[in-house]
C-alpha cells in the first residue's frame, strides 16, 4: 500500500511539467530607477507571456515612474512637492541608479536601446497592459506623496495595501526589485 | 493536425523580451493546434522559445536557422 503511494507520488511528480509548481509571478517595484525599473517590465512583460498570471506592485521609488509625463509637479503640500521637484515623476524622466551624470546616462542607455532594437519601459508597460499583467499602485505611497489616481497614467488597477500585495505573493514567485 | 502557417511574426533585430511577448500574443490569435512561424534574430531566443514551449506547453514543432535568422514553427497547445 505505502510502496504503490510512493510509486504514484513519483509517477505524477515525473509528469508533472516543469511550470506547474508557480503559475503566478509577484513584482514588488520598490525602485524608480530606469535600471531598475526596465528589468521588472522585462521579467513582469515575460511572465505574463509564459501564462503566469503576473502582478506588479508599484511602491515607494518605483511608483513615480506610473506618474503621466506631462504632470510635472505631484503633491498637496510643501514637502511632498518639494519632493516632486527634486525626483522628476513620469517615466520619461526616470534616472539611472548609477551614472546618471544628470541625465546623460539614461539618454544614452535609451539611444543604445534603440538602436539594439531593446523596448523601451514605455513600450513594455504597453505590452504589459496587453498581456494582461495586473499593475497595482500601492495606496500608501499615494497618500505619503500626494499622488491621486489622476497623477497616474491610464490601465492600473485600484490602489491596494501591504496585505494583497501579500496575498497575491503566497503562492507565486516573489521579486523585490 | 494543422500543418499549414495560422500566423507569421516576424520579429527579426528585436532584443528579449519582445520575440516571447509577441509571439504570446500571437497565439491569442490562433487555435489550438494551429501553427505559429516566428522569425528572430536574437540568439537568445533559441533557449527562450524552448523554455517558453515548456513552460506553456506549446509544441516546438521546427526550428532552423539560416544566416543568422532563426525561424521557430510552434503548435498553439
Redesign the interface.
Known sequence: MEMAATAEAVREAQETPRHAPHKKLVIMAWSGDLDKIWPTLILGTTGAAMGMETTIFFTFWGLFPLVRDDVRITGDNWMQKLLSTMDRPGLEHVKLGKMNFAGAGPAMMRKLAKEHHVASPEELVALAKDLGVKLVPCQMTMDLLGLHADDLIDGLEPPAGATTALVEAQDAITLFV | MSTTIAETLDMK??????P??K???AMHRIAPGELLEVFATDPGSVPDFDA?C????NELVDRSEDEGVFRFVIRKR
Do not use: E, K, Y
Open positions: 533585430g528585436f532584443a528579449c523580451p519582445l516571447i511577448t509571439a504570446a500574443l517558453w515548456s513552460a506553456t506547453g
